[in-house]
C-alpha cells in the first residue's frame, strides 16, 4: 500500500505559531520534485511540542494542499493509546491515507504490550496504520517476531524502522508477507534496505534534497543498481550533517538556508550550533543545493 519515498516534513514556525503559508508551499515543492507521500507529524515535524489542536491543523493543511495528488501519512503516535486512538480517528477524517504511530514511549511496555496497544487502534479507528520502531526516542525495542504478529492484524499494513540494525531489519522483512511494507526511518538506510526488500523510505534527508532521494529509489526499482549506488555515494555527506545534531535541528537550518523557512523550532529545541551551521552550509554548496 506504501512504497517509494515519503518525506517527513518539518513543521515550519514564525513568531511561535505554525507557519501554514510555508508548509503549503513546502508541499508542492515535494510533489514538483516527484515524491510518492508526505508525513507531516512526526519526529521530524516536531509533533512533541505540537498542541492537539496544531496536531490537527497540521494534517489538515498538509492534506489540503496535496489534493490526492500523493498520498498522505499523518503522525498520530502516543504513548497514550486513547490518546493516539483519537488523533488517528481525526487524521481519517481530515481525509489522510494512512497513520504513522510511533511505539509508545516512556512507559516502555512489554512486546505484549505494544502488540495490544496497535490491536487496539487498529480494531478503533479502522484505518492503515504503520508502526514506527525507533528505539533511540523510545527506550523500547519492537522486535521482529512482534512485527510479524502485527502484520496479521487488519489494517497495520507496514512499519518504519529506525532501529539501525539492518540485521534486526532483515528479519522484519523475513517475517511479514509480501505486501507488508517494510520503510526505512533512517536516510542511510534506504539502499541497503532496499536491496533486502524494503519498500521504500520515510526520509528527513527529502525535505532538502527531494529530486535525489527519489531518483535513487526509483533507480533501484527499476533494476539501475548503478545508478542508485551512485545517488547513495552522492547524497552521504548530506545523510551525515542533517544528523549532526538531533532531528530536526539540522533540516530546519538547511531549509532556512535555501529560504524557504524560518529557523525557527521549539523549545527544548535550539538552534543549530555555528560550528555545524558552517559545515551544512558548506555541504549544501557542494552539492548544489545553494
Request: hydrophobic share 45%.
Amino acid at each position: 500500500m506504501f512504497e517509494g519515498v515519503f518525506t517527513a516534513l518539518v513543521t515550519p514556525f514564525r513568531d511561535g505559531a505554525v507557519d501554514e503559508r510555508a508548509l503549503t508551499e513546502l508541499v508542492e515543492l515535494q510533489i514538483a520534485a516527484g515524491v510518492d507521500g508526505l508525513v507531516p507529524c512526526g519526529s521530524t515535524g516536531e509533533a512533541a511540542t505540537l498542541s492537539h489542536a496544531e496536531h490537527q491543523r497540521v494534517v489538515e493543511v498538509v492534506v489540503a494542499a496535496a489534493r490526492g495528488r500523493v498520498q498522505v501519512i499523518a503522525g498520530t503516535g502516543s504513548n497514550s493509546t486513547v490518546e493516539a486512538i483519537q488523533l488517528t480517528r481525526h487524521a481519517k477524517d481530515a481525509g489522510a491515507d494512512g497513520a504513522l504511530l510511533i511505539s509508545p514511549y516512556y512507559n516502555r511496555p512489554t512486546q505484549d504490550g505494544i502488540v495490544a496497544h496497535y490491536t487496539e487502534i487498529a480494531r478503533q479507528t479502522s484505518f492503515p496504520l504503520l508502526v514506527y520502531n525507533i528505539p533511540g526516542r523510545t527506550g523500547s525495542n519492537v522486535l521482529p517476531t512482534t512485527i510479524a504478529r502485527l502484520a496479521e492484524v487488519d489494517q497495520i499494513v507496514g512499519v518504519k524502522e529506525s532501529c539501525g540494525d539492518l540485521n534486526q531489519i532483515a528479519h522484519v522483512i523475513a517475517g511479514v508477507p509480501e505486501s507488508f511494507s517494510v520503510l526505512a526511518g533512517d536516510d542511510w538506510a534506504t539502499l541497503p534496505m532496499l536491496t533486502l526488500g524494503g519498500k521504500g523510505v520515510i526520509s528527513t534527508t527529502s525535505n532538502v534534497a527531494p529530486g535525489d532521494v527519489v531518483d535513487m529509489v526509483r533507480a533501484f526499482r527499476a533494476g539501475d543498481l548503478a545508478r542508485a549506488r551512485a545517488v547513495h555515494f552522492r547524497l552521504l555527506p548530506l545523510f551525515d550533517v542533517l544528523f549532526c545534531e538531533t532531528n530536526p535541528i539540522p533540516v530546519k537550518a538547511a531549509l532556512a538556508l535555501r529560504g524557504l523557512i524560518h529557523d525557527e523550532l521549539r523549545l527544548p529545541l535550539l538552534s543549530i550550533s555555528a560550528a555545524n551551521r558552517e559545515r551544512l552550509q558548506a555541504t549544501l554548496k557542494e552539492m548544489g543545493l545553494l
